[in-house]
């Protein structure tokens, strides 16, 4: 660990805080429906998007309808990006002639983009299209991201709103977020990245003759129009197999840190455009604390344990930190930087092999996927999944202090600690017991590369990034059987909408309460205590119900790894 590493990380830190307020405030404005310095050039495109689909833009829909239009758009998605794949022979665009893709895999691939979670059981310049790229998954990343932001906007009203029926419309909340927020951001982004050397082309790929002599095919293609949209709306899926590794995916180290503030930029922002609907944009910033102290821990843990090595590293002559699996251009803090974040944020991109990191190093990523990707969190789900955590915080407050608990003005009952709870549960309920039928049924255990704890580990890591929609790999595992492409797809699937469906049904409940004034006895939510009990509570659920099955993986393997330094 070097004072030049930690000054990378508190840049990081700062540039981010610093686009939260602006962010927040512009974000506001749009799903307020207020104009903006882009309504003269947006607004008749928004206008006639309506028309088209026939939506009225003034009439606002109950939590269920709202929910109910969410995953009627989705199964017009998945059915999109489905044909496209199996089709793909047939269609344009296709310069390097790829095959249609098997229907487990299009069937995986489907569900995996229509949840944001963006998991790749293929490589991306040998599998797909042109047209798949752009037209399927491309496509797929903006609307899987505005879809998110626009659920936790509707979360947000449940608590903003008093003795109200419903919580916005699903459709003005979707085209408002693309046209108004993901479209313009991208399309300066995409602009940068090519500045950056990152293709940008519909040509061929490249055939080139090495310096031996040989011969070699460079994959080229829209490369950086997904990028943009991949790190921006926390989708992480890769152009190429190697995704953020690859030198046309980042080929700098300035691409490098603007990505990395990319993933978090929208998440963090939302904290605030929360604080402005409430009307107290206090409460945002405790909400950004408590994702501040998580990150930043995390952050401190695997830094460390990248840059101090292990001890059998150490007897092989390997001194300076862990350099396995990680790019040179970016080196050990950059890597680890960037693999707390792309875990915490819901990304999955990655810029590192996490397969190759120290026990305790992959442990941290593994532990921000299990509590839910809270931190910061994928654009939107991040802050809905933070706001059931402080739902059983502030309800846990209220039973140590014998009052019913209160939030921004609401009274927090029985139904939204339920609700809360299931979507929360929901997430262990499916990585835990898919791990437990992987590890003993015979084809899933014949797709581990490794044994003992390491390839316990790897099956563990692949159904919580599946279950938590993040999408990132801990490599290692064959992913691309009949079993894994089916378990691993309803984990996205479920961790994605059983999730939603009890939070929307959480906000339709606040939403109809009438709003209180604070008393004597109202618990102060924007201070250091509530941050320090909203972590507090954060870590006894995940001690309960995620960390146990740690220990049987990155603990164990960590002791193994240091057993020089124990005896």
């Not at 512009?26 to 928004?46: A, D, H, K």
């Amino acid at each position: 660990m070097t004072v030049i590493g930690w000054i990378q990380i508190l840049l990081y830190c700062a540039i981010v805080a610093a686009l939260v307020k602006p962010l927040g405030w512009y974000m506001t404005r749009v799903f307020n429906g207020e104009s903006t310095f882009l309504s003269p050039v947006l607004r008749p495109v928004e206008r006639g998007l309506y028309w088209i689909g026939g939506v009225d833009e003034k009439r606002e829909q109950h939590w269920l309808t709202y929910t109910v239009a969410m995953l009627l758009f989705h199964v017009g998605g998945f059915l999109v990006i489905y044909g496209l794949m199996r089709l793909q022979p047939l269609l344009p665009f296709n310069p390097q002639q790829q095959s249609a893709v098997a229907a487990d895999l299009s069937f995986n691939t489907a569900i995996s983009f229509i949840t944001n979670t963006n998991w790749q059981n293929y490589g991306g310049e040998s599998t797909l299209s042109y047209l798949v790229q752009m037209l399927g998954l491309t496509h797929q990343n903006f609307l899987s991201s505005a879809t998110g932001i626009a659920l936790a906007v509707a979360m947000i009203r449940g608590f903003s709103r008093s003795s109200m029926r419903t919580i916005g419309n699903f459709w003005v909340d979707v085209v408002r977020c693309t046209l108004y927020v993901l479209l313009p951001i991208c399309v300066v982004y995409t602009l940068f990245l090519v500045w950056q050397g990152m293709p940008q082309t519909l040509g061929a790929y490249v055939d080139a003759t090495t310096l031996e002599g040989a011969r070699q095919t460079i994959a080229v293609g829209p490369v950086a129009s997904q990028v943009a949209i991949k790190m921006l709306g926390t989708n992480g899926g890769g152009f190429f197999n190697a995704n953020a590794a690859h030198p046309f995916e980042n080929p700098t180290a300035l691409s490098n840190f603007v990505q990395m503030i990319s993933i978090f930029a929208l998440g963090a922002a939302l904290t605030n455009v929360f604080g402005r609907m409430v009307g107290d944009q206090r409460q945002g910033f405790a909400i950004l604390g408590v994702m501040g102290v998580l990150f930043l821990s995390g952050v401190a843990v695997t830094y460390w344990a990248e840059a101090h090595g292990t001890s059998s590293l150490s007897a092989l002559g390997l001194s300076g930190g862990n350099m396995e699996g990680k790019e040179v251009r970016f080196g050990i803090v950059a890597s680890s930087l960037f693999a707390v974040i792309t875990t915490a944020a819901s990304c999955g991109a990655v810029n590192a092999m996490h397969d190759s990191f120290t026990a305790l190093g992959g442990m941290i990523p593994l532990i921000n996927m299990q509590l839910g990707e809270i931190i910061i969190g994928g654009v939107g789900a991040g802050l809905y999944g933070m706001l059931l955590f402080v739902v059983l915080a502030i309800f846990v407050a209220g039973l140590m202090v014998g009052r019913t608990p209160e939030y921004v003005g609401k009274k927090i009952e029985a139904r939204e600690v339920k609700m809360a709870m299931l979507a929360i549960l929901v997430l262990p309920l499916l990585y835990l017991g898919w791990t437990a039928v992987a590890v003993v049924f015979p084809p899933a255990v014949a797709s581990m590369a490794n044994a003992g704890p390491h390839g316990f580990t790897e099956v563990l890591y692949a159904f919580t990034s599946a279950t938590g929609n993040n999408g990132s790999a801990f490599a290692g595992l064959t992913g691309n059987t009949l079993f894994y492409n089916l378990t691993l797809a309803s984990s996205m699937f479920v961790g994605r909408f059983f999730m939603i469906v009890p939070a929307m049904a959480l906000a339709g409940s606040l939403a109809a309460k009438k709003s209180i004034p604070p008393s004597a006895g109202t618990l102060p939510t924007h201070g250091g205590l509530f941050v320090g009990l909203v972590v507090g509570v954060i870590l006894i659920i995940g001690g309960l119900t995620f960390f146990p099955a740690l220990a049987l993986g990155p603990i164990v393997e960590h002791l193994a790894m240091n057993a020089n330094n124990l005896f």
